[in-house]
């Protein structure tokens, strides 16, 4: 049974700044060590949209935890096949010149699928490209979810769990009632919105004005005071 209160960040954009090539994230050590003092003393958790295989080494401590894709991969588990996703790829498989040619990366992570468009020499343009394509899978009664994030458009079976799915397992687990959320983007927008009165949740980035997050910080840069005060009133 695990004791005191939950911690749990999502990755890109909150504890790693965003960078101009995704393979390029990592957190800084100094935070890394700030983290690493936490995840001593009580549950911490990184949920985030990367699979758990390309986010665990990219962290410089360990965590109690990892939830990938979005919310829908478990750290430990294998992945199962994802057949609501195969129809789309092959409609990308099939557009491929054309999505090279617009400078849209495509990542798939096995649970989820993600059109990266932030090294476009058009970005506005990219993003038209993607929606056009996806076009036919956005109605309600699609086999997927389509959802944005910075420079990126998300494709995820459409009764996959999300991060506030998680978040509930999470708290379950550790049969806590403190917890605390930090995220940055449009998928933790979820947890935000339905997190009980209990929990504190916080928004990082500038756009933080426009949440449902309880808080809000500047960006990552600022995390290091954060955690600081957290070692602190933790006296640990």
């Known amino acids: 049974m695990c004791q005191r209160a939950l911690l749990a960040f999502d990755f890109d954009g909150t504890l790693a700044p965003i960078v101009a090539h995704a393979d390029d994230a990592r957190v800084p050590d100094a935070l890394a060590r700030r983290l690493a003092v936490l995840a001593a003393a009580q549950p911490l958790a990184i949920i985030t949209g990367r699979s758990v295989a390309d986010v665990v080494g990219r ?3 360990r965590p109690w935890t990892v939830v990938g894709n979005h919310g829908a991969e478990q750290a430990g588990v294998p992945l199962r096949p994802a057949p609501a996703l195969d129809a789309v790829r092959s409609l990308l498989a099939g557009a491929a010149p054309m999505l090279t040619a617009a400078g849209v990366g495509l990542e798939d992570k096995g649970l989820s699928l993600a059109l990266h468009y932030r090294e476009a020499a058009d970005p506005e343009a990219a993003r038209r490209a993607i ?4 076009q036919p899978h956005q ?6 979810r389509i ?10 079976p459409a009764d996959a769990p999300d991060k506030a799915h998680a978040m509930r397992r999470l708290v379950e687990r550790c049969g806590v009632g403190a917890v605390f959320f930090a995220g940055d983007d ?27 997050a309880r808080f809000a910080l500047p960006g990552p840069e600022d995390m290091a005071a954060l955690l600081d005060e957290m070692i602190r009133l933790g006296d640990l």
């Open 139 to 144: 109605d309600a009664g699609s086999a997927v």
């Open 186 to 212: 449009a998928n933790d927008e979820p947890v935000f919105s339905g997190a009980p009165p209990q929990w504190v949740t916080l928004r990082v980035g500038p756009d933080g004005h426009g949440t449902a």
């Open 131 to 134: 929606d056009a394509l996806l």
């Open 147 to 156: 959802f944005g994030g910075k420079m990126v458009v998300n494709v995820a």
């Open 59 to 61: 962290l410089g401590f």
